[in-house]
């Protein structure tokens, strides 16, 4: 079935510093890669959606300067978070999909816990 | 706009008991609706999905789910318990068509397994 892999799935950083997320997909083509943030004991709050080769769509009060998205390939999608805040603590995941439109399957990520100390 | 209500943040059975998770949606057009299982610090697994086929779906791990036009309901269930189906569960919606099909979802039922 499909895989995404995302790195890391934990990671410590210092306030003021970016951090960098990736999610690949190992088995198939993802046209589009889907962000999402969950707070503990929340459900998944979508960020933005991106296409290969295109910029990323943000939902509304998500800063795209803050959360910066790339999606250069269709294997590969990473976030980063720059000049990261305790506030933006949080569990983040993505999620791929190969064809868009059409109800095929998300596959998620195995999620990236981020705390910034 | 669509949206899915999951009624009940936390449900508590016991093991071997029926699991019974409500799901409503909101939606104009008919969508396609899923059920995701989340073990703590990890992704999300598809239980199952709806897509406009047979109303009665059938998931991994014994769980099942009904859509329900006239109730605008998507509710999943498994005859019985066991400790593993501890968990978060998710519904999702997402709109047919269009270029990105963004998935929306509830709140999350927690699911307790009492032996």
């Known amino acids: 079935g499909a895989v995404v892999s995302q790195h890391p799935s934990r990671v410590i950083c210092k306030s003021g510093t970016s951090v960098k997320i990736e999610c690949r997909s190992l088995?198939?083509?993802?046209?589009?890669m889907f962000w999402y943030r969950q707070f503990p004991k929340q459900s998944l709050m979508l960020m933005a959606t991106?296409?290969?080769?295109?910029?990323?769509?943000?939902e509304q009060g998500v800063e795209k300067d803050k959360f910066l998205i790339n999606h250069a390939s269709l294997t590969l999608s990473t976030l980063t978070v720059t000049s990261a805040h305790p506030e933006d603590s949080s569990f983040y995941i993505c999620?791929?999909?190969?064809?868009?439109?059409?109800?095929?399957?998300?596959?998620f990520g195995s999620g990236t816990r981020l705390t910034v100390v | 706009a669509q949206s899915v209500t999951q009624l009940g943040s936390h449900v508590s059975v016991s093991e071997g008991a029926l699991v019974l998770l409500r799901c409503n949606y909101s939606?104009?057009?008919?969508?396609?609706l899923f059920w995701y299982v989340q073990y703590p610090n990890q992704g999300l697994q598809l239980l199952l999905k709806y897509t406009s086929a047979a109303t009665l779906v059938k998931g991994i791990n014994g769980f099942e789910a009904e859509f329900k036009k006239s109730e605008t309901s998507f509710h999943l269930t498994k005859p019985s318990a066991h400790m593993s189906d501890a968990a978060e569960y998710f519904c999702a919606v997402s709109y047919p068509g269009g270029a990105t099909n963004k998935l929306i979802f509830g709140t999350g039922t927690l699911l307790a397994v009492q032996p």
């Open positions: 939606s104009s057009v008919p969508p396609y």
């Open positions: 088995d198939f083509q993802a046209t589009t």
């Open positions: 991106s296409n290969e080769g295109s910029k990323a769509t943000y």
């Open positions: 999620s791929a999909r190969d064809v868009p439109g059409g109800a095929r399957g998300y596959t």
